[in-house]
Structures are given as C-alpha cells and as structure tokens.
C-alpha cells in the first residue's frame, strides 16, 4: 500500500526547503528525505533535533508529524485493514471514515431495528477503542475519543433496546463509557447525552424516578454551558421522573424551565435537530398520563403522532401513550384504531419502548377481552410476543 507523510511535505515546503535543499542541510541523500515521505523509513534519532530545528517545530511536534501517515489510493476498507494491523499509524482520514460509519449508524437508529444494528455498530465501537488505544499521533487519539464518546452511545441504546430493557448493566457500561471519553475531551455535549441516556435506564428499566431526576439533573447542569437543546430535553425527563412520583407542581416547573430553552437555542447548537415541539409535546403528553391527566394528555399526543412519522421509534411512543389516554377516557373506538396504528409501528421497528407501551395498553384492555374488537387486538399482540 503507498503511503506517505502528508504534513511533513506541507512543513518542509512551509519551511522553504525542496527535498533535494532539505536533504543538503541535513548531510543525508535525496532519497533519504523522499524514503521519510514516503514512510518507508525514519529519520535516525541523533538526527531528529537537527530536522526539527530545519522544520521549525519541536521534537514533539516532529514525532506527531512523523507519526500522521495517510494511506494512498486505496478503498476505505483497505485503509481500515492497514490500520488495524498497524493501529499506532492510524491517521485522521481513518478516524473520519470511522466517524461516518458511526454517523450512519446513528442516523439509521429511528429506522432500523436495534437487533439489525448492534452487530455492525459493536465492530465498529470496537475497532474504534482498539485503534484509539493503540494510535501514537495525539490528534488522532482525541479524535478517536470523541468518535468513542458517540459509539459508546450508540452501543448503550441498542444493547437496552436488544435486551427489551431487561439489561441494566451493560448499557450503563457503555455510558459511562461515552462519559470518560467525553470528558477526557472535554466535550460536555457528549458527556450530558450520554448521562441523560443513564437517566433513561433509571426512569424506563431500573423503574427509579428519583435516580432519573439526579441523573437528568445532572445531565442539565453539564449541558447549560454547551447546549440550550441538551439542556431543555434533560430537563423535560426532570419532568417524566416528577410526573411518575406524581408531583404535579414540580413537574410543571421543570416543563416550564424546559420551554424555557427553546428562545436560547442557536445555530451551532450541536443538538438542536433533538430538542423540537415535537419532542416537548411527546414527552409532555408522556408527563400527563404518568400524573393520570388523560384528557390533557390526548390533545397533545394526537399532534405529536402525526408530526413524528418521520420518526418511527419516537412516533410509536407517542401512539402507545395516546392509546392509554384513550382507554382511560374511555374512548374504546379510538382507542382500538390507535391500538392496531401501535402494533403496525412496532412491527416495523422492533422498538422495545414502544412495544412495552403496546404490551401495557393491551393490559389495560383486559375488561374487554371478550369484545370481538378486543380479541383482534389480543391475537396481534400474542403474535407480536410470539416474535420478540
């Protein structure tokens, strides 16, 4: 595979030396300066103060131009296998393929099942830790952390989502992860999602209102400096984790601190595409049912469904939630369409917050088991768990 050291060209040449000038200065050959470029080989130690002193950089700076060696013409899995047999080259044009991969991972989540996912998002968290572990070039470690901090992510949902909520441990794992390696960046939007998604598990699998409010809280408080977006979206699940203690009043100040965010939010804010109307009103209608509030709850959710189908794993959410609040107003019509709308979503998605909504609309439904309308739904939901 060629190769070549890029920035060390760009230096020599900033430097005002031509290879032929650079290697005069040094007392070496021609083809010793161009064997350099071309990563072939490296400059000998007793002479690297002497180049670094001709580059004008110190010899920290020499190594981590020595170090950066891009791979030429060749396809980005050639570029990947090079890297992971020889991970302390890893330069930044690996680590950008791995950014995109775990972009398009990422971006794929609200459409794809988790279980389709998990294996090729798992490679890839791998490759990155093994490769950030390994690499020698500074820069190419931080940015190599940063792509952790999101892979880490990535893997704590999908091993929770695959594990239908059952599995604490080893999304909290991942999490905490995507916290170290955040902040050992300093990144606070990456370490307050990843502490808000720690908030998830409390609220949602550990069924802990109060350890998702500290957890939510402190995702807010990380967030405040970086991120009006990552701030008001932790602070509507401060909200969720009121709603289910059934503390009204303390649920209705955080929505209102959370709507708050929204005159602050700019155009750089990393996480504006997550916290929209549609996201406060799901999560609002979600607060309204948890504080057995149906009525408020129903005008909401029927707005947020059809403003999430883009959205399949949030729009099934908000379905389920808009089945409870019609079953519990009694609205058994409805309820029963928005029921099958429900399963049709799940099918598609796999989601397991959704297909627990389903499951726990179909509980409710229980007293009219007998109902031919009832039945239907029964029979769909055995078939659904028949699959999962």
Same mark, same amino acid.
């Given at each position: 595979?060629?190769?070549?050291?890029?920035?060390?060209?760009?230096?020599?040449?900033?430097?005002?030396?031509?290879?032929?000038?650079?290697?005069?200065? *040094?007392?070496?050959?021609?083809?010793?300066?161009?064997?350099?470029?071309?990563?072939?080989?490296?400059?000998?130690?007793?002479?690297?103060?002497?180049?670094?002193?001709?580059?004008?950089?110190?010899?920290?700076?020499? $190594?981590?131009?020595?170090?950066?060696?891009?791979?030429?013409?060749?396809?980005?899995?050639?570029?990947?296998?090079?890297?992971?047999?020889?991970?302390?080259?890893?330069?930044? %044009?690996?680590?950008?393929?791995?950014?995109?991969?775990?972009?398009?991972?990422?971006?794929?989540?609200?459409?794809?099942?988790?279980?389709?996912?998990?294996?090729?998002?798992? $490679?890839?968290?791998?490759?990155?830790?093994? *490769?950030?572990?390994?690499?020698?070039?500074?820069?190419?470690?931080?940015? *190599?952390?940063?792509?952790?901090?999101?892979?880490?992510?990535?893997?704590?949902?999908?091993?929770?989502?695959?594990?239908?909520?059952?599995?604490?441990?080893?999304?909290?794992?991942?999490?905490?992860?995507?916290?170290?390696?955040?902040?050992?960046?300093?990144?606070?939007?990456?370490?307050?999602?990843?502490?808000?998604?720690?908030?998830?598990?409390?609220?949602?699998?550990?069924?802990?209102?109060?350890?998702?409010?500290?957890?939510?809280?402190?995702?807010?408080? %990380?967030?405040?400096?970086?991120?009006?977006?990552?701030?008001?979206?932790?602070?509507?699940?401060?909200?969720?984790?009121?709603?289910?203690?059934?503390?009204?009043?303390?649920?209705?100040?955080?929505?209102?601190?959370?709507?708050?965010?929204?005159?602050?939010?700019?155009?750089?804010?990393?996480?504006?595409?997550?916290?929209?109307?549609?996201?406060?009103?799901?999560?609002?209608?979600?607060?309204?049912?948890?504080?057995?509030?149906?009525?408020?709850?129903?005008? @909401?959710?029927?707005?947020?469904?059809?403003?999430?189908?883009?959205?399949?794993?949030? $729009? %099934? @959410?908000?379905?389920?939630?808009?089945?409870?609040?019609?079953?519990?107003?009694?609205?058994?019509?409805?309820?029963?369409?928005?029921?099958?709308?429900?399963?049709?979503?799940?099918?598609?998605?796999?989601?397991?917050?959704?297909?627990?909504?389903?499951?726990?609309?179909?509980?409710?439904?229980?007293?009219?088991?007998?109902?031919?309308?009832?039945?239907?739904?029964?029979?769909?939901?055995?078939?659904?768990?028949?699959?999962?």
């Amino acid at each position: 595979m060629a190769t070549k050291r890029i920035r060390f060209v760009q230096r020599r040449k900033v430097a005002g030396f031509t290879q032929e000038g650079l290697a005069e200065h *040094l007392g070496v050959e021609r083809s010793t300066v161009g064997r350099w470029e071309t990563a072939e080989t490296e400059p000998q130690v007793w002479l690297r103060p002497k180049l670094a002193r001709a580059l004008k950089v110190t010899g920290e700076e020499l $190594q981590g131009i020595l170090s950066d060696v891009t791979a030429l013409q060749a396809r980005p899995s050639e570029r990947m296998n090079f890297a992971l047999e020889n991970p302390a080259s890893t330069d930044m %044009v690996v680590a950008a393929h791995l950014h995109e991969r775990v972009r398009r991972l990422d971006e794929s989540y609200d459409q794809s099942s988790s279980t389709s996912l998990l294996g090729p998002a798992g $490679q890839t968290h791998g490759q990155v830790k093994f *490769l950030r572990e390994n690499a020698s070039n500074p820069r190419v470690r931080r940015a *190599l952390y940063e792509i952790e901090a999101d892979s880490a992510t990535l893997m704590g949902q999908l091993v929770w989502d695959v594990s239908q909520r059952r599995d604490q441990h080893a999304p909290l794992t991942y999490f905490g992860e995507a916290v170290e390696a955040a902040r050992h960046v300093r990144d606070p939007s990456i370490e307050s999602y990843a502490t808000l998604r720690m908030s998830f598990v409390a609220l949602y699998g550990e069924k802990s209102p109060q350890r998702g409010v500290t957890l939510a809280q402190r995702a807010a408080e %990380v967030a405040k400096v970086a991120s009006p977006s990552l701030t008001g979206l932790s602070l509507l699940h401060v909200a969720e984790g009121h709603a289910m203690k059934g503390a009204l009043k303390e649920c209705e100040d955080a929505l209102r601190k959370a709507d708050a965010q929204f005159d602050r939010v700019g155009p750089d804010d990393v996480a504006a595409q997550y916290y929209t109307v549609n996201e406060f009103n799901r999560l609002s209608g979600s607060c309204y049912l948890f504080l057995d509030l149906p009525e408020r709850a129903e005008p @909401i959710l029927r707005t947020t469904t059809r403003a999430l189908a883009a959205k399949k794993k949030s $729009q %099934v @959410i908000a379905l389920g939630n808009l089945t409870l609040a019609l079953i519990r107003q009694g609205k058994l019509d409805e309820a029963a369409a928005t029921m099958h709308r429900t399963i049709d979503a799940v099918e598609l998605t796999r989601g397991w917050g959704g297909l627990n909504l389903a499951f726990s609309a179909g509980r409710e439904l229980r007293q009219w088991r007998n109902e031919p309308w009832a039945q239907d739904i029964n029979d769909r939901l055995l078939a659904l768990m028949a699959t999962t």
